[in-house]
């Protein structure tokens, strides 16, 4: 009897302890929990995650010209590398081949490729407005740059007044001869691009003012060096010493016609648009009488900027406006090495 009120009392006190057991572990989740000396839980609200997501990911732009065979448009592709390595962000130029299908083609690389933006320099005003149309479908901002793109839905343009340019080196030339009563030819940029139709524009403004002065003949060259210097051999041919005056609509073009009535021993004054290196240098000996400086650092840092501030969710305005500067004999010192 003993025995077995001695098991009986072993059974109790084995059934208390389970007992007290369950109860303190009555809170625990199930799957259990913390170990019994793991520190309380931080109940504090951790920092807001930084601007990145905290990826530290660089922002990504990319940028597509018309061309990157000239001087001018090489002059923004290095000046956004330039700026790019200086603002830590990811970068990439194409060379659109003065063909609109390769720059939407490229456009949607970008897109694919995950850009945060994208800048435009449009080889045409219309059928590049589906690079824009591109762009938005996918929610990145598109910057205009230097050429512009007939489309509402652009969210900035970068850029210098290309009617101006047209109006400044015509009038430039008016004063040079100090009459208006002379015949010229005149080189044009690729047709249908913004700066070949603005450019012409202003030159047309001036000339509907001077109606003493001839327009012996009048076609594009498309921004091309070579090109220019053959349709000059075939004015020459045609028009002899009737041309008095050389208006081109960029400097390339005006060198390959100064190249041409060279061979050819005439002494005709050229005048262009851009100040590329060769033009200043040209100026200088004579060899043009003015070009028409455009800023290419200006236009692109500019069009960069807008783009990172639109990143950002910051405001932009829709046009910026980056002032022409005549180069001549006397100022040319001051545009050496200048882009």
């Given at each position: 009897?003993?025995?077995?009120?001695?098991?009986?009392?072993?059974?109790?006190?084995?059934?208390?302890?389970?007992?007290?057991?369950?109860?303190?572990?009555?809170?625990?989740?199930?799957?259990?929990?913390?170990?019994?000396?793991?520190?309380?839980?931080?109940?504090?609200?951790?920092?807001?995650?930084?601007?990145?997501?905290?990826?530290?990911?660089?922002?990504?732009?990319?940028?597509?010209?018309?061309?990157?065979?000239?001087?001018?448009?090489?002059?923004?592709?290095?000046?956004?590398?330039?700026?790019?390595?200086?603002?830590?962000?990811?970068?990439?130029?194409?060379?659109?081949?003065?063909?609109?299908?390769?720059?939407?083609?490229?456009?949607?690389?970008?897109?694919?490729?995950?850009?945060?933006?994208?800048?435009?320099?449009?080889?045409?005003?219309?059928?590049?407005?589906?690079?824009?149309?591109?762009?938005?479908?996918?929610?990145?901002?598109?910057?205009?740059?230097?050429?512009?793109?007939?489309?509402?839905?652009?969210?900035?343009?970068?850029?210098?007044?290309d009617v101006s340019a047209g109006e400044d080196i015509?009038?430039?030339?008016?004063?040079?001869?100090?009459?208006?009563?002379?015949?010229?030819?005149?080189?044009?940029?690729?047709?249908?691009?913004?700066?070949?139709?603005?450019?012409?524009?202003?030159?047309?403004?001036?000339?509907?003012?001077?109606?003493?002065?001839?327009?012996?003949?009048?076609?594009?060259?498309?921004?091309?060096?070579?090109?220019?210097?053959?349709?000059?051999?075939?004015?020459?041919?045609?028009?002899?010493?009737?041309?008095?005056?050389?208006?081109?609509?960029?400097?390339?073009?005006?060198?390959?016609?100064?190249?041409?009535?060279?061979?050819?021993?005439?002494?005709?004054?050229?005048?262009?648009?851009?100040?590329?290196?060769?033009?200043?240098?040209?100026?200088?000996?004579?060899?043009?009488?003015?070009?028409?400086?455009?800023?290419?650092?200006?236009?692109?840092?500019?069009?960069?900027?807008?783009?990172?501030?639109?990143?950002?969710?910051?405001?932009?305005?829709?046009?910026?406006w980056i002032p022409f500067?005549?180069?001549?004999?006397?100022?040319?010192?001051?545009?050496?090495?200048?882009?």
């Amino acid at each position: 009897m003993k025995k077995l009120s001695k098991v009986l009392a072993m059974l109790l006190a084995a059934a208390m302890m389970l007992f007290v057991l369950a109860a303190c572990g009555g809170d625990q989740p199930s799957g259990g929990g913390a170990a019994p000396d793991a520190p309380p839980a931080d109940t504090t609200t951790p920092d807001a995650p930084p601007a990145d997501g905290g990826s530290g990911e660089k922002l990504k732009i990319g940028a597509t010209f018309y061309s990157l065979q000239n001087e001018f448009t090489m002059r923004m592709d290095n000046a956004a590398k330039k700026w790019a390595e200086e603002n830590n962000v990811e970068y990439v130029g194409y060379d659109g081949q003065y063909d609109a299908a390769t720059q939407l083609s490229q456009v949607e690389t970008m897109i694919t490729n995950g850009v945060d933006a994208i800048i435009l320099n449009p080889h045409d005003a219309d059928a590049c407005a589906a690079c824009v149309d591109a762009a938005v479908a996918a929610g990145i901002p598109i910057i205009g740059v230097n050429t512009m793109v007939n489309s509402p839905d652009l969210t900035s343009y970068v850029g210098s007044q290309d009617v101006s340019a047209g109006e400044d080196i015509m009038n430039y030339m008016i004063d040079y001869l100090g009459r208006d009563d002379f015949n010229i030819v005149i080189i044009e940029g690729p047709m249908g691009q913004s700066a070949q139709l603005q450019r012409f524009e202003g030159i047309s403004n001036v000339l509907a003012e001077h109606p003493n002065i001839t327009t012996l003949d009048c076609n594009t060259a498309n921004w091309s060096r070579s090109e220019a210097m053959t349709l000059m051999e075939t004015w020459i041919a045609t028009h002899g010493d009737k041309i008095d005056a050389v208006i081109a609509e960029n400097d390339e073009m005006a060198l390959g016609a100064r190249e041409a009535l060279k061979a050819a021993q005439m002494d005709v004054p050229c005048i262009g648009v851009d100040g590329i290196t060769d033009a200043v240098t040209a100026v200088r000996d004579g060899d043009m009488i003015a070009s028409d400086f455009q800023n290419a650092e200006g236009q692109m840092t500019g069009a960069l900027d807008a783009a990172v501030k639109c990143i950002n969710g910051e405001s932009v305005e829709k046009e910026i406006w980056i002032p022409f500067e005549m180069i001549t004999p006397e100022n040319y010192e001051e545009f050496v090495g200048r882009y």
